[in-house]
């Protein structure tokens, strides 16, 4: 399943499928980015990060990508299992400092048995 | 403990009352940061920290809130007279370093308030 256009708030993808969520980040200057997920009543998780002078980051299962060209930022999950259900934000580092983190609104992630 | 850790986990308090929030962070982290974070919404930047000195508090809402870090260590989040739309998760995150951006912010599980 993916999340199309710059942002959809919701994604239900089936078990076992590689889920895309997207993300448009606001500030061509920042230099920063990283993802994370947040399961309901429990603080935001961290994922997966990447710098500015990065493409594409792997991890366990997932792999961030990052076109700052068009300003756009992914993570893919790949096989998602039912624990991978949550809400999934993109954070850009806020610039002028080189610490404030700005979320986008996140999206939902629901996997179907 | 290996993660931050924020008490209470819920508070419930009377408009006017004043409130107190507690974040431990990683042992050994440098950063520290409170963020607010709305019903639906992605965390909102309060205030940093860097050791014992506030380096940023442009997030905070109005006076009525107040942070502190007094050993470097522990924080506290105070916020006086409260008001209905002080209703929120309030979210604490330390990081390792001082080194900007590298290091990522690693959160605590929040302290739900809810403001009657």
């Known amino acids: 399943g993916e999340s199309v256009g710059l942002h959809l708030p919701t994604l239900s993808v089936q078990e076992g499928d590689n889920s895309i969520i997207n993300c448009a980040y606001s500030?061509?200057?920042?230099?920063?980015f990283i993802w994370y997920k947040q399961e309901s009543g429990k603080g935001p998780q961290f994922i997966i990060d990447?710098?500015?002078?990065?493409d594409k980051r792997q991890g366990q299962r997932v792999t961030v990508l990052l076109n700052k060209t068009v300003k756009h930022l992914s993570l893919q999950i790949a096989a998602t299992q039912p624990g991978d259900s949550a809400v999934y934000f993109c954070?850009?580092?806020?610039?002028?400092?080189?610490?404030?983190?700005?979320f986008g609104a996140g999206t939902t992630v629901t996997v179907r048995a | 403990g290996a993660g931050v850790s924020q008490s209470p986990r819920y508070k419930v308090a009377k408009r006017g009352q004043d409130v107190a929030l507690r974040c431990d962070p990683i042992?050994?982290?440098?950063?520290l940061f409170w963020y607010q974070q709305a019903l639906g919404q992605g965390p909102e930047f309060l205030t940093y920290?860097?050791?014992?000195?506030?380096?940023?508090k442009s997030g905070l809402p109005s006076d009525r809130f107040f942070a502190e870090r007094p050993e470097g260590s522990v924080s506290t989040l105070k916020i006086q007279r409260t008001q209905q739309e002080d209703s929120a998760v309030y979210l604490c995150?330390?990081?390792?370093?001082?080194?900007?951006?590298?290091?990522?912010?690693?959160f605590g599980d929040g302290t739900r308030l809810s403001i009657l």
């Open positions: 995150a330390s990081s390792q370093t001082d080194r900007g951006p590298d290091q990522p912010q690693h």
């Open positions: 500030n061509s200057a920042s230099d920063y």
């Open positions: 990447i710098r500015s002078n990065m």
């Open positions: 954070a850009e580092n806020f610039l002028p400092s080189d610490y404030k983190l700005s």
């Open positions: 042992s050994g982290h440098v950063s």
């Open positions: 920290f860097q050791n014992e000195a506030q380096l940023d």
